[in-house]
């Protein structure tokens, strides 16, 4: 399923708030591939929320979850699992240097005379180098 790395949500935040990770180019946002969800509301009443059952809350809670309820159960569309192979790289620059690569990464990426394969997932951190001066 359309998933991501946020430890500090969980699902409930993933799922009931956006949900953008990794594979969302290919698939979209959690949120937008929930099916149906379970919800406790500030009454205390159970629901079940959907497409066809409880709908304005079913819209509401796949975009603000936690102002509508407690969601207790997620129902979403899944996606055949892709091989994938994970690889990291460390790079140390100034602040310049990090600067113009982010510029050539990003008109790199936008060129639609090579369009990168959605499947393709990427994740940029920038970090201040404690040992760099500049």
């Known amino acids: 399923m359309a998933h991501g790395t946020c430890p ?4 409930g935040g993933h799922a009931g ?3 953008f ?3 969302s180019r290919a698939w979209g946002l959690l949120s937008d591939q929930v099916t149906s969800l379970q919800i ?3 009454d205390g009443s159970i629901k079940t929320a959907s497409h066809t059952e409880n709908s304005d809350l079913f819209w509401a809670a796949t975009g603000a979850g936690s102002s509508f309820g407690i969601i207790t159960e997620f129902t979403t569309v899944t996606q055949k699992a892709l091989d994938s192979v994970a690889f990291e790289y460390w790079f140390d ?3 310049a240097q990090a600067s113009a690569a982010l510029q050539y990464w990003q008109k790199f990426v936008n060129d639609p005379s090579q369009p990168i394969d959605v499947h393709l997932g990427l994740q940029l951190h920038i970090q201040p180098d404690s040992t760099s001066s500049s």
């Open 40 to 42: 406790v509301t500030a």
């Open 17 to 19: 708030q956006g949900g």
């Open 21 to 23: 990770g990794l594979p």
């Open 93 to 95: 620059y100034t602040p």
């Open 8 to 11: 500090y949500v969980g699902i």
